[in-house]
């Protein structure tokens, strides 16, 4: 036998063997119970021995005995097993009115197969696509399916068999298909996917499903299980679980082969040539669809933004990486085509809730909106999320740096005058003035978003003092009181300023060189210039500041209460679109897209942001957005992506030539004080 069919029947063989080793445990569980009815029924005859007789009658109470507990224990596995809810994908469920072409196209493209149309259809903010089963009673939404009801069997022309198929499974599709592809190549894609509808209605593979997916569930179940009372009866259940899943697991996979490759040969006669040039657009679809997530909305979700457009934004960084890369030389061409978003009755809203399921999947967003989690558009991500990051990032660096003992008296070189004591670094301000300052930062930041969100004009905010000033007689404090309404830019009396206009204490090192304090970029370099051991300390503190301030953003959103109901949110989302299932609790993302940074990394990456800030406030450059590569400084409108290299040397080195170097290049000012947030 060849074709679809062959692979059918070895599916159907493989789920009757997975069938088979559920009716063995079964037959396992009840035999106790048969045995105890035949030697019961023995004593009832007069066949095998009296009621009195001692020793059938022994054998017949403990054989009851056996039966009952085995009854019990089987009867708790089911009931687990039964009710478990499994595993289910996060998606966004498309209704019908919301997308009936995508949809007319699905149901013409089963029956060019000859096979059930998928009930609904849903959106994965992944380069995926798949059929997943959600008959479970669990998954039913009260009141009906959110997408709609499923379509007729008959629709297929299925026969009288029709009766006995199990309800077709959900065809889920990776939202940046519907952006980047065409509408043909989506329909050429979706071939072997929806193929694989004829397979899985049969009910013997239907059954087998149900019954490896509830023993996963019943797994998931018992892992969870906490305390004594209801911990030892599910722990039981997750060990019977795990020995039937290791008996049935050679079969289950070698059924889900013979579906795919029935399907696969299904579809080899639908859209030949398309399947060749769609299977190209996935691989570079799933590249560009990675650097975005990584690169481009990833700082953006640290930053309590998330992109509200992010499968249009992949179609720039695909295009991006098309103008990039000489293998993908002509792909941009396909863009004058109909892109298969335009399936979509509101492409806007679906795209937007499947950003939001994208930030939440990846990073562990809340679901709904707050002042920590707004939305953002692509033309304000350089101001809110890139100049917002740099300036972060350098404050935490200086705060880092204030809490570092003073450097040690630079050694006057062979010959050279005796020259004045350096001044000591600023001392590491109190708790209290360290909280202070961040109340007064976290107020200017919801200050300026108040005000770009209503349009109001801001009254001119000064900035705050200088982070590490203290106070005179070692009063915390004292000199950010004293310096109240005093501008960054603007010197104390006490001090001098340099011939640069940098700040500078009483005092002078090394044959003059001033002693900065203060903001300043200089100070960063010169502190890990000298220090051999600065790196490694300020990037140990830097991981230690992150990780205190993850958690109090954590904790802050989990007591800030829901800003609406599930249905607020589902209006939010847009007409037509609901939130997908199977998202842990907690808000702890499903599927981190990077490890945790090292120190190293997490300090080239401050240092990075205060050359940023300095080039910005100093040099006249700009934030910017690289589609492939995230935030981007540019100079004169062009991208430089060579300090990186410096910032390395500085950071892994303690060569502080090449940076300084590059910024006489641009003509940054290192001992100009930065604006911080």
């Not at 499923?150 to 990776?174: C, D, F, H, M, N």
């Not at 004594?228 to 039981?236: K, M």
Request: with cysteine; proline share 8%; glycine share 10%.
């Amino acid at each position: 036998m060849a074709g679809p069919e062959a692979g059918e029947q070895a599916a159907r063989a493989r789920a009757l063997a997975v069938l088979r080793i559920r009716g063995a445990a079964l037959g396992l569980a009840v035999l106790p119970a048969a045995l105890a009815v035949v030697l019961f029924a023995g004593a009832a005859t007069g066949g095998l021995g009296s009621w009195e007789s001692g020793g059938w009658a022994l054998a017949r109470w403990i054989v009851a005995g056996f039966a009952v507990v085995a009854l019990l224990l089987a009867a708790l596995v089911a009931a687990v097993v039964a009710r478990a809810r499994p595993a289910l994908s996060p998606t966004v469920p498309v209704a019908e009115e919301s997308a009936p072409d995508l949809y007319r196209l699905v149901r013409d493209l089963a029956d060019r197969l000859e096979v059930p149309a998928p009930s609904a259809i849903a959106l994965t903010p992944d380069c995926d696509s798949w059929l997943e089963d959600r008959t479970h009673r669990a998954h039913a939404p009260s009141g009906g399916s959110a997408a709609g009801p499923a379509p007729a069997a008959s629709r297929t022309g299925a026969g009288s068999g029709a009766a006995r198929q199990a309800p077709a499974p959900v065809l889920v599709i990776g939202s940046p298909f519907l952006w980047w592809m065409r509408v043909g190549e989506l329909r050429a894609l979706l071939a072997p996917v929806v193929a694989g509808t004829g397979p899985s209605v049969h009910p013997d593979i239907a059954a087998a499903r149900r019954f490896v997916r509830g023993l996963d569930a019943a797994v998931a179940v018992a892992a969870r299980a906490r305390g004594t009372l209801s911990g030892v009866p599910l722990r039981f259940v997750g060990r019977v679980s795990r020995l039937l899943l290791r008996a049935c697991g050679e079969h289950a996979t070698q059924m889900e082969r013979g579906v795919a490759a029935a399907a696969s040969e299904r579809a080899q006669g639908v859209d030949y040539g398309l399947r060749i040039v769609a299977q190209e657009q996935v691989g570079l679809a799933y590249a560009g669809w990675d650097r975005l997530l990584t690169r481009v909305a990833l700082p953006a979700w640290r930053m309590g933004r998330w992109p509200a457009r992010l499968d249009a934004g992949v179609v720039s960084a695909l295009t991006e990486l098309s103008r990039r890369d000489r293998l993908a030389e002509g792909f941009t061409s396909r863009l004058g085509e109909r892109p298969a978003c335009d399936l979509l009755e509101e492409p806007g809203a679906i795209d937007r809730a499947a950003s939001l399921l994208a930030a939440r999947l990846f990073h562990g967003g809340p679901a709904e909106t707050g002042p920590d989690w707004a939305p953002i558009a692509w033309d304000r991500y350089p101001e809110e999320v890139v100049d917002r990051k740099w300036r972060l990032e350098a404050a935490r660096l200086h705060r880092v740096l204030d809490d570092l003992p003073a450097l040690p008296p630079a050694a006057p070189a062979e010959g050279a005058a005796p020259q004045p004591a350096r001044a000591p670094e600023a001392v590491p301000a109190t708790e209290a003035v360290r909280a202070a300052e961040a109340a007064r930062a976290t107020e200017a930041v919801r200050t300026a978003e108040a005000v770009r969100a209503t349009g109001a004009v801001a009254q001119p905010v000064r900035a705050k003092e200088p982070v590490g000033t203290k106070g005179p007689a070692g009063e915390p404090g004292g000199a950010a009181d004293a310096a109240a309404g005093r501008s960054l830019g603007e010197v104390p009396a006490e001090t001098g300023e340099r011939p640069g206009g940098g700040v500078r204490v009483a005092g002078a090192v090394n044959g003059g060189e001033p002693a900065v304090a203060g903001p300043t970029l200089t100070r960063v370099i010169e502190r890990l210039a000298r220090d051999d051991a600065a790196s490694d300390l300020v990037a140990a503190r830097l991981v230690t500041e992150l990780e205190r301030e993850e958690r109090a953003t954590a904790d802050r959103r989990a007591a800030t209460p829901a800003s609406g109901s599930a249905q607020e949110t589902a209006e939010f989302a847009g007409p037509g679109v609901s939130w997908g299932d199977g998202l842990v609790d907690g808000g702890v993302p499903l599927f981190p897209l990077q490890a945790p940074r090292t120190g190293r990394e997490l300090l080239a990456d401050h240092v990075m942001a205060m050359v940023c800030c300095a080039a910005v406030d100093t040099a006249g450059a700009a934030p910017g957005l690289d589609w492939l590569d995230g935030p981007a400084l540019l100079v004169d409108g062009a991208r430089r992506a060579d300090v990186g290299r410096t910032v390395r040397s500085l950071v892994d080195d303690g060569d502080d030539e090449p940076l300084r170097d590059w910024l006489g290049e641009l003509g940054v000012r290192p001992d100009k004080p930065v604006r911080l947030v």
